[in-house]
């Protein structure tokens, strides 16, 4: 019975340090981004498309391709991501690819996570991604798509709006680059965040907030 215990008890400690040490080897979102690789390699994407990359608002737009028929599109947003996730996995899910445009939608999710993330330290996340991108795919059209206002994040709104404009002027002074102003279109005459084109959540859209997406972006895309 000691015995049986004793085995029990190393078992229990082997699974408990597995579980760590593979927590603290693969940092977040590594998962999905090795699925991504997986389908790669299972159905190569075409080279000189059109690259969405970012967060949830990118990655539950499933059916983005249908939004935009004519064009090549590649959908790579992934989790609830960060600004530095986006650059930490950009040499697996934007430069193999070599898109002829990246458009980007992040910068939401980092003001969410803290309080001390403010909307210059999301315009400098967005400048190291954006130097990146630009050094590594010089010809490559970079646009920006707004942070979106949203009810369950109403109170970051005066963030979100003061992030939008310093990136909108970052661009501004750049050459290939574009900004897509969603932010103003998914507002009510009060100011307030539209709440239907909101799924329960709060947070993410329905298809008539993507269709809100749809016709902004589309004037932006390289034919």
Known sequence: MLTYI????????????????????????????????????????PKNAILFVGSSSFRKWTDVQNYFPGYKIINRGFGGSLLPDVSAYADDIIFPYQPKQILIYCGDNDLASSDTVSATTVVRRFEQLFNMIRKKLPRASIVFVSIKPSPSRQKLMPKMEAANDMIKKFLSKKPKTGFVDVYHKM???????????????KLHMTPKGYAIWQKEIQPYLLK
Request: net charge negative.
């Open 6 to 45: 004793k085995t029990t008890i190393v078992l229990f400690l082997f699974i408990f340090y597995t579980q760590n040490l593979y927590a603290q080897t693969h940092p977040a979102f590594w998962d999905e981004i090795q699925n991504f690789k997986i389908q790669d390699s299972i159905n190569p994407p």
């Open 187 to 201: 507002l009510k005459p009060d100011g307030t965040p539209m709440d239907d084109i909101f799924l329960e959540d």
